[in-house]
């Protein structure tokens, strides 16, 4: 089931162009750090940029590492604490060195102009530990 995240308006960034909507969705929201056989919180950027600008996303995770998976190879890949990618979804995972580490997590998605850099909107998605699993802070 997706769960939409942030449904918020991201306002754009000092910046000449029309401001980008975005958003970021989760599935799945949740992953027990370290011991899950999911690759971890899954999170998906949505966004309505300006008409005719291609945008790519360029993410940054606290701590821990942002993952993807290739269909094509059967393989995860590891992007560590910093990624970039054209909208495809992205996994969020608990490092070895931080599996006890229960303070929360900010994951910071910029969508950007693919052909300028320009930065067209940012959105922050918290992701916090209940007793039980890391999840998307609501």
């Known amino acids: 089931m997706r769960r939409p995240v942030l449904a918020a308006l991201a306002l754009a960034c000092a910046c000449g162009t029309a401001p980008t909507r975005m958003g970021v969705s989760a599935a799945p929201a949740a992953c027990l750090s370290g011991l899950s056989t999911t690759l971890g919180i899954g999170l ?17 995770a606290g701590r821990g ?6 269909p094509d190879t059967q393989e995860t890949v590891v992007h560590g604490a910093e ?9 969020w995972s608990c490092d070895g060195d931080g ?4 303070s929360p997590v900010t994951v910071s998605v910029i969508a950007e102009d693919a052909k300028t850099g320009e930065a067209l909107a ?10 039980e699993k890391m999840r998307v802070s609501r």
Do not use: I
Request: aromatic share 10%; proline share 7%; glycine share 8%.
């Open 44 to 60: 998906t950027p949505e966004s309505v940029p300006p008409k005719g600008v291609r945008v790519r996303y360029r993410w940054r």
């Open 65 to 70: 590492s942002l993952k993807s998976w290739n």
């Open 83 to 91: 990624a970039l990618n054209d909208g495809g979804k992205l996994y």
């Open 99 to 102: 599996v006890g580490d229960r």
């Open 122 to 131: 940012r959105t922050d998605v918290r992701l916090e530990w209940d007793d």
